[in-house]
């Protein structure tokens, strides 16, 4: 079994940057994909990047494109997210996945979840 706990969430303001840490315990993770999905209260979760096993490849959701950054360290069985230019639409909470695919942007092939770290961004 694999463990994923999120951190790094807060409340900042638009155009600040954050970045967000999902740390892996249990099994290794350093063979999976791992993923980060945002979610609202009453909305499906949204797929915002994804890192491939070793972080050689990664894909991001348009919205984020170009403002926010994967990297993993399959040392530290940990995967960041650097956001930076923040804006209000970001806010939600951010939730870390593992998973056998990389770049899916679909949730039921994700094997394993964190409970999830809250970014709050307001003007």
């Known amino acids: 079994q694999v463990q994923l706990v999120e951190s790094g969430g807060a409340s900042v303001a638009a155009g600040d940057s954050l970045r967000l840490s999902c740390t892996a315990s249990g099994r290794s993770v350093s063979r999976l994909a791992m993923a980060w999905f945002r979610q609202v209260p009453g909305k499906e979760r949204d797929f915002v990047a994804a890192?491939?096993?070793?972080?050689?490849?990664?894909t991001y959701s348009d919205p984020v494109r170009g403002r926010f950054t994967l990297s993993r360290d399959n040392v530290r069985n940990t995967l960041y997210l650097q956001m930076n230019n923040l804006k209000l639409e970001d806010t939600g909470l951010y939730l870390c996945?593992?998973?056998?695919?990389?770049?899916?942007?679909?949730?039921?092939?994700?094997?394993?979840w964190g409970q999830g770290t809250q970014v709050t961004v307001s003007s």
């Open positions: 996945a593992a998973g056998a695919i990389y770049g899916t942007d679909i949730v039921d092939e994700y094997d394993y």
């Open positions: 890192a491939s096993w070793n972080g050689g490849s990664t």
